[in-house]
Every structure is written in C-alpha cells, then in structure tokens.
C-alpha cells in the first residue's frame, strides 16, 4: 500500500494521522501494528480514536501481548 509521495518514516505524525482519516474515509479498513515503547502509546490512542483496528493484544503467535496503559497510568 503506497503512503503517497513520502515514505512512512518521512512523514510527521500530523501528515501520517491526516493520510490515516481520510483513508478511512474512503471507506478503508486499517490495521496497526507496531512497536509501542514509553512513548508510543499516545499514537496508539489517536489511531484508535480515528477507528483503526490494533492488533497490540491479540495476535500472540506473531507479537508479544501489550497492555496499553490508560493516560494516568502512564503519567505516573
């Protein structure tokens, strides 16, 4: 799937979270995986707010299961 004229890792987040809405609503499915360390979780919150399906805690044949932690856990 192209991303259009940049390259994933060449994208901010803005231009990544805006391509992400409007391929959804162009009545796209899409998925996320991705390495979430301590400071990944807030991307993994605006994906999901937007409506993309992550795989973080269910896939456990191909990934380790993730507890994603709530924004004041996280700030503890």
Same mark, same amino acid.
């Given at each position: !799937?192209? *991303?259009?004229?940049? #390259? #994933?890792?060449? !994208? %901010?987040?803005?231009?990544?979270? /805006? +391509?992400?809405?409007?391929?959804? $609503?162009?009545? +796209?499915?899409?998925?996320?995986?991705?390495?979430?360390?301590? %400071?990944?979780? +807030? *991307?993994?919150? $605006? *994906?999901?707010?937007?409506? @993309?399906? /992550?795989? *973080?805690?269910? &896939?456990?044949?191909?990934?380790? @299961?993730?507890? @994603? #932690?709530?924004? $004041? &856990?996280? $700030?503890?």
């Amino acid at each position: !799937m192209g *991303l259009g004229s940049k #390259p #994933p890792g060449k !994208m %901010s987040y803005v231009e990544f979270l /805006n +391509w992400v809405r409007k391929k959804l $609503e162009e009545g +796209w499915e899409v998925y996320s995986c991705y390495e979430a360390g301590a %400071s990944g979780y +807030w *991307l993994h919150r $605006e *994906l999901v707010k937007l409506g @993309v399906k /992550n795989h *973080l805690r269910g &896939q456990k044949k191909a990934l380790s @299961v993730v507890a @994603v #932690p709530t924004e $004041e &856990q996280e $700030e503890e």
